[in-house]
């Protein structure tokens, strides 16, 4: 632990881990105030639903753009560009309570952090190299969104009761604005002009080499598989486990979990090879899938979702490390925008076909998580075959 925020001596690290901290803060103090008025509103689940399907949209839609420019341009003006473009249009919220405007406004979002994130990944190595001290600052980002996604959403529906809809749409346009004067704060690197400038080049590269295909691999198929469960988990706790708060205690397990394995990440990481890690760490997703949605009562399943945490963030985090370190800095903003759209694509299928898998006639929610526990185990092996070519 100490020596993951060790890493925050560096000042650039520091300010853009510290942007990243108050705009994930911010985005999930409203992930569940968005959701409930526009539910309060219609009255709909579709129309509520719709808020995440308008999410997911852009990052498949905008990837190749996002990385091209993460390559091609100054990282650091991407970055501010896309909080403010973020802000904007979150603070269209608090011109009308039409419903309508939610969705929109979360796409134009939603297209701002899809550019945001691929530069974010390309320029931390930038600021880090691509030594033990970028696994420490992935290792860091990991234990902050984990902290965020754990205090974000109770602490915005709380507030939502008390200080209104509008304060914490509001306060999520501001954190926009933090972030980007953080960034507008850090050092300019000299930026290396692309060899390739196409915007299939992220593409093309992970075709050519197997180990960080492997990787991207490996993750689509977690995503799949998660996503399909996700959508299951609220379901499957109030029916199986005993009410609402049983959920509740479910998901905050998910994010302790995350929280508990990310000072893990750099030490293992100096010990083990990231392919190793990533498939020792998707098995352990796959088990504790099973056992989630086998547990007959609250503590065993609070345990295996603990245990879906550690594993994830473990996942995550080595996977991302070694693809930074594997590809060359003019081509990272493309091939973190390939990964990303992976990611979304992968999402938004799994969160559809999860639940008619589960409410198929002769299945059932147990047989949903067995086959994504298959899906994520052979994850697993293609990141252990990865291992041949790292």
């Given at each position: 632990m100490?020596?993951?925020?060790?890493?925050?001596?560096?000042?650039d690290?520091?300010?853009l881990?510290?942007?990243r901290?108050?705009?994930?803060?911010?985005?999930?103090?409203?992930?569940v105030a968005?959701?409930?008025?526009?539910?309060?509103?219609t009255?709909?689940?579709?129309?509520?639903?719709?808020v995440?399907?308008?999410?997911?949209?852009?990052?498949?839609?905008?990837g190749?753009?996002?990385?091209?420019?993460?390559?091609r341009?100054?990282?650091?003006?991407v970055?501010?560009?896309?909080?403010?473009?973020?802000?904007?249009?979150?603070?269209?919220?608090?011109?009308?309570d039409?419903?309508?405007l939610?969705?929109?406004?979360?796409?134009?979002?939603?297209?701002?952090?899809?550019?945001f994130?691929?530069?974010a990944q390309?320029?931390?190595?930038?600021?880090?190299?691509?030594?033990?001290?970028?696994?420490?600052?992935?290792?860091?980002?990991?234990?902050?969104?984990?902290?965020?996604?754990?205090?974000?959403?109770?602490?915005?529906a709380?507030l939502?009761?008390t200080?209104?809809?509008?304060?914490?749409?509001?306060a999520?346009?501001?954190?926009?604005?933090i972030?980007?004067?953080?960034?507008?704060?850090?050092?300019?690197?000299?930026r290396v002009?692309?060899?390739?400038t196409?915007?299939?080049?992220g593409?093309?590269?992970?075709?050519?080499?197997?180990?960080?295909?492997?990787?991207?691999?490996?993750l689509?198929?977690?995503?799949?598989g998660?996503a399909?469960l996700?959508?299951?988990v609220v379901p499957?706790?109030?029916?199986?486990?005993?009410?609402?708060?049983?959920?509740?205690?479910?998901?905050?397990?998910?994010?302790?979990?995350?929280?508990?394995?990310?000072?893990?990440?750099?030490?293992?990481m100096?010990r083990?090879?990231?392919?190793?890690?990533?498939?020792?760490?998707?098995?352990?997703i796959a088990?504790?899938?099973?056992?989630?949605?086998?547990?007959?009562?609250?503590?065993?399943?609070?345990?295996?979702a603990?245990l879906?945490?550690?594993?994830?963030?473990?996942?995550?985090?080595?996977?991302?490390?070694?693809?930074?370190?594997?590809?060359?800095?003019?081509?990272l903003g493309?091939?973190t925008?390939?990964l990303?759209m992976?990611?979304?694509?992968?999402?938004?299928s799994g969160?559809?076909i999860?639940?008619?898998?589960?409410?198929?006639?002769?299945?059932?929610t147990?047989?949903?998580?067995w086959?994504?526990?298959?899906l994520?185990?052979?994850?697993?092996?293609v990141?252990?075959?990865?291992?041949?070519?790292?």
């Amino acid at each position: 632990m100490i020596r993951t925020f060790a890493v925050l001596a560096n000042r650039d690290l520091r300010l853009l881990w510290l942007s990243r901290a108050v705009s994930s803060f911010g985005a999930w103090l409203v992930v569940v105030a968005i959701p409930a008025h526009v539910f309060a509103q219609t009255g709909s689940t579709t129309a509520t639903g719709l808020v995440v399907a308008a999410q997911y949209l852009p990052p498949v839609l905008l990837g190749p753009l996002a990385g091209s420019l993460a390559d091609r341009l100054d990282r650091r003006h991407v970055m501010v560009a896309s909080d403010l473009l973020r802000a904007a249009a979150i603070a269209v919220l608090l011109l009308s309570d039409e419903f309508w405007l939610v969705y929109p406004v979360m796409a134009v979002e939603s297209a701002g952090t899809v550019l945001f994130r691929p530069a974010a990944q390309a320029h931390i190595p930038t600021i880090t190299g691509t030594g033990p001290t970028l696994a420490a600052a992935n290792s860091l980002t990991a234990l902050t969104d984990g902290a965020m996604r754990l205090l974000g959403p109770p602490l915005g529906a709380a507030l939502l009761f008390t200080a209104g809809y509008h304060t914490l749409i509001a306060a999520d346009a501001i954190s926009y604005l933090i972030s980007a004067a953080l960034i507008a704060r850090t050092t300019r690197h000299p930026r290396v002009t692309p060899t390739r400038t196409q915007l299939s080049a992220g593409a093309v590269f992970l075709r050519d080499n197997p180990a960080p295909r492997a990787l991207v691999l490996s993750l689509t198929l977690f995503f799949a598989g998660n996503a399909a469960l996700s959508a299951l988990v609220v379901p499957f706790a109030v029916i199986e486990l005993g009410g609402e708060l049983q959920a509740g205690l479910v998901m905050s397990a998910l994010g302790a979990g995350s929280l508990l394995g990310a000072p893990a990440v750099t030490p293992l990481m100096d010990r083990f090879a990231a392919h190793l890690l990533l498939s020792a760490a998707l098995l352990g997703i796959a088990i504790g899938f099973v056992l989630l949605f086998s547990a007959p009562t609250l503590t065993p399943a609070l345990l295996a979702a603990t245990l879906i945490g550690i594993a994830g963030v473990l996942a995550l985090t080595s996977a991302q490390t070694a693809l930074q370190r594997a590809t060359p800095t003019t081509l990272l903003g493309r091939v973190t925008a390939v990964l990303l759209m992976a990611e979304a694509a992968a999402t938004l299928s799994g969160s559809v076909i999860g639940p008619i898998i589960a409410g198929a006639p002769g299945s059932s929610t147990l047989i949903t998580a067995w086959a994504a526990a298959a899906l994520t185990a052979l994850g697993a092996a293609v990141a252990l075959r990865g291992n041949r070519y790292a």
